[in-house]
């Protein structure tokens, strides 16, 4: 018998409304016309709109629909957004049936994710070199896949009035673009064309115009080509921008901006033209590509490159273009060029085109400028790979201020970081926001950005601080400003900050074995640390090893010229013998009249402090090798002793001694009294100084490996300056593996002193979760 139909529903569908709350890269990415398009196609009403936490909707319809909408924004955002949290919750259908982007709400916590400056999309590039589109070589093309975000930000929430845009109101072409839910440009904020957005032109010295737009740009390449050098306002800064080919025009760059051999970044016009000059493995590939288009530290293989671009150095810094305005000028030029922080030694990037004319006038020829203002320094980010990874050296533009994850930490604690390559961070409910690379804090400009990059951070996070955290050491600018602000202060030790700035990075928590290396960190014992092991536990942390410690003579002149340092070591090991020692490289390095001096520092311990800094172990190996007796830069003669192992790969180490140390706070020294003798006595022997770099380092990967061992700790951190030596990070991390442990090192937040505020701000709120004062 057959079955009777089923009657049809004639009851209208269950309609319901949910408000949605979005977390996480949410603004600037073109979220608000995706969610509509999606809503708009799932038949539903209601309304987006970006929030100072991020994005909120307001669904109503089908809920099946509602549920697809919400599997859409979780599963398949848009490029370069990233969701961190939705929360929804039912409330009463008001029987919308259409769907809009509404007017951004301002009230509430200000936890919204700010985008990094993201470089031009493929969409853009296509349509700067049609002849047939409206932007045509216009240098300030973008949409909402890419361009400026945090560059030209003032305030959350992100809408165009809270931009440095707001000075440049759009045409009816470009209104008709942002209006339109089908179009690329469909709220993209930054949204110009040459008939109402941002302008070029080129200066003179004196701020007199020789040009503008496409003219101005073709006159700076003729310059460029011609030998001169031009600095060129881009996205978050200037640069200096030089011939890469032309060793009369590098010399001249590093005599103006005082600039003796530290090595220049080099723009390529392609990847092509990288991969002519370097050696580009697929990871280094997708880094020099990606959105955030970073400074790559690749191998030279050749190319036409200057020599002078980075001297003695088996390694460049390459990127390729990643605004307008640069592929226009290299498009234009067809070859390489120096594109070098626009500023003096020491001192921040330049943002203003007048204050350009001011500090960049004895270096640059000629000013390729615009007027969009920049509202706060972005300068490049710098990577490399190591261990088949990315390591961040200096997270700036393209990832800052990007937060580190780090759930329930207390909000309020602002953290001021170090004395070098300083960053500021700020802990809030959804995370920790880590500024961008602010710099050395050796000059009054460079205090005084530092001091604006504090202010800024407060204000677009309407954060008021009630606990500010420093370093350890009471003279370092940062800590003097610390002091100043009249809130509770807080210190964490320089090396327990380095471990947890990894830990906070990898989301992980004690206990751990922290191996933090690097150049000079003041201990509470008063000496200079440098060769820590900390062991960090859910209660606190200790110190359970150090390398052996020795004299500085010159104490901070030790860090310019290695070879006090070396002198120093081989004062600790061997007494006055070590200035009978005039065969070796750095003791003759010294007049008879200065060794003089210098035994008196030694044998006094007078202006030579103690250290066990594994940065001055390192210089003291490379003036001892005889590659480099006078440092030009911060870290030279370290890394001229790693890239002396380029092409020595032997399984040979030299064996340090892990000794106990009872009558120390420590429990374990790590001694290089034998790998002294040894590498001295094959230095005698005629050992190629390549051999010895890479025994030192596999001997230096063995001790860590054994101090682990012998304090049980399974999971071992590494970080500190030293870890960005790609030798000695990949010796460790092999070693380690090998004997069955769990090593841990940086990828988004640089292992040197980038890092710091991370740290302190992230310790400062575990010790308020354990319900302790927050003090190292």
Sequence with gaps: MALPACPTDTRTPARTRLRIRVCGAVQGVGFRPFVYRQAATLGLGGWVANSPEGVTVEAEGDPDRIAALMRAIRETPPPNASVAS?????????????????????????????????????????????????????????????????????????????????????????????????????????????????RLFLWDRAGQALACNNHALLAAAAAVEAGRIVAIKGIGGFHLVADARDEAAISLLRVRKRRKEKPFAVMFPALSDVMGSCRVSPAEKALLTGPARPIVLLRRKGGPVAPSVAPRNPWLGALLPYAPLHHLLLRALGFPVVATSGNVSDEPIVT????????????????????????????????????????????????????????????????????????????????????????????????????????????????????????????????????????????????????????????????????????????????????????????????VAHLRRFRLPGAE??????????????????????????????????????????????????????????????????????????????????????????????????????????DEEAALIVDWQAPLEAVLAGLRAGAARGMVSVALHNGLAAAIVEVARRTGERRVVLTGGCFQNARLTEATVAALQAAGLEPIWHRHVPPNDGGIALGQAVWAAWTEQRGETPCA
Aim: hydrophobic share 40%; charged share 25%; with cysteine.
């Design 86 to 198: 939705i929360e929804a919750r039912e409330i009463e259908a008001r029987g919308e049936a259409a769907f809009e982007i509404r007017v951004s709400e301002s009230a509430g916590a200000r936890t919204a994710q700010v985008l990094p400056d993201l470089a031009t999309c493929d969409d853009c590039l296509r349509e700067l070199f049609d002849p047939a589109d409206r932007r045509y070589l216009y240098p300030f093309i973008n949409c909402t896949h890419c361009g400026p975000r945090y560059s030209i930000i003032e305030d959350i929430p992100y809408d165009r009035a809270r931009t440095s845009m707001r000075r440049f109101p759009m045409c009816s072409a470009c209104r008709q673009e942002y209006d339109n839910p089908s179009d690329r440009r469909f709220h993209a904020e930054p949204n110009a064309c040459a008939d109402c957005g941002p």
């Design 352 to 543: 203003d085109e007048t204050a350009a004319l001011e500090r960049l006038g004895g270096i640059a020829d000629l000013f390729l400028v615009h007027d969009r203002p920049i509202v706060r320094p972005v300068d490049d980010s710098v990577a490399r790979v190591v261990c088949g990874r990315a390591l961040m050296l200096r997270r700036a533009r393209g990832y800052a201020p990007a937060p580190i994850v780090s759930e329930d930490l207390p909000a309020g604690i602002l953290a001021l970081g170090g004395h070098l390559k300083t960053t500021v961070a700020l802990t809030q409910r959804t995370g920790v926001v880590l500024s961008q690379h602010i710099g050395d804090l050796e000059t009054i400009e460079a205090r005084m950005s530092h001091t604006r990059a504090v202010t800024d951070m407060t204000r677009l996070h309407a954060a008021r601080p009630r606990l500010v955290v420093r370093d350890l050491h009471p003279d370092y600018a940062s800590s003097r400003a610390a002091e100043a602000t009249g809130l509770p202060v807080a210190t964490v030790q320089h090396h327990l900050a380095h471990v947890v700035a990894c830990m906070a990075e990898h989301g992980i928590t004690p206990p751990v074995l922290g191996v933090a290396w690097d150049g000079a960190g003041f201990g509470p014992d008063g000496t200079v640390w440098g060769g820590e092991f900390l062991c960090v536990t859910d209660k606190g942390w200790r110190r």
């Design 557 to 662: 002149a030790a860090m310019r010229e290695p070879r006090r340092a070396a002198l120093g070591l081989l004062y600790e090991a061997f007494g006055e013998d070590a200035f009978a020692m005039t065969d070796l490289p750095p003791v003759a390095a010294f007049t008879p009249a200065e060794r003089g001096v210098l035994h008196t520092m030694l044998a006094r311990g007078v202006y030579a402090p103690l250290t066990s800094s594994a940065g001055r172990l390192f210089d003291a190996f490379a003036a001892l090798t005889g590659l480099r007796q006078c440092a030009s830069y911060e870290g030279q003669a370290a890394a001229e002793l790693e890239w002396a192992g380029e092409g020595h790969a032997i399984a040979g180490r030299y064996e340090f001694p892990v000794l106990e140390a009872p």
